[in-house]
């Protein structure tokens, strides 16, 4: 079982719920992380709120970008293997593969390696860059998330379901979701 924020609903922060769920094995084509750090966006808040182009199957997951460990991989998948440190691309269905969760499955076409020397939060960063879904790598890629994380041009919140109070999930950057 793994702890999964779902939505029931279409609404403000209240409608996210956190449900203690099997998470199913990967796809052929899918890998299963163990969620560290979780990116939020625009996108999501749109889905919440039922102001985004794809309508939600409830009960629903939610989630584009997200950094952890590789759980498991499907039968198919030769690129990654187990305890790799990953990152996601948004994928191109939010409820499907969302990575509100301490597990999610996602498409191996959707991951990256990240380097070992980038924390969790800076990792899931380079996924949420708007519009360039760019990694850095090389030896100067800290530094350079470091810069870019200077500008507010992207929003992280560590996952941390746990601590997250009476409410379930609750993560903003300016007390909004």
Not at 53 to 71: M, N, T
Not at 73 to 81: Q, R
Not at 98 to 118: D, F, I, Q, S, W
């Amino acid at each position: 079982m793994a702890r999964i924020v779902r939505i029931h609903e279409y609404g403000d922060v209240s409608v996210l719920k956190i449900e203690n769920l099997d998470v199913p094995p990967p796809g052929a084509d899918e890998v299963q992380i163990d969620v560290k750090n979780i990116g939020l966006n625009r996108a999501e808040v749109m889905f919440r709120t039922h102001a985004y182009l794809q309508e939600a199957q409830f009960p629903s997951r939610l989630g584009y970008e997200a950094a952890g460990i590789v759980k498991r991989v499907g039968t198919s998948v030769t690129s990654f293997k187990n305890g790799d440190v990953v990152s996601s691309i948004p994928p191109p269905d939010i409820a499907r593969w969302g990575t509100y969760g301490e597990l999610a499955n996602v498409p191996a076409r959707n991951l990256v390696k990240h380097p070992r020397n980038l924390s969790f939060e800076e990792a899931t960063r380079s996924c949420c860059w708007p519009r360039r879904r760019a990694v850095v790598h090389g030896p100067d890629a800290k530094q350079d998330w470091q810069r870019r994380s200077k500008t507010g041009a992207f929003w992280e919140y560590r996952l941390n379901i746990e601590d997250s109070g009476p409410h379930g999930l609750v993560a903003d950057r300016q007390g909004n979701i």
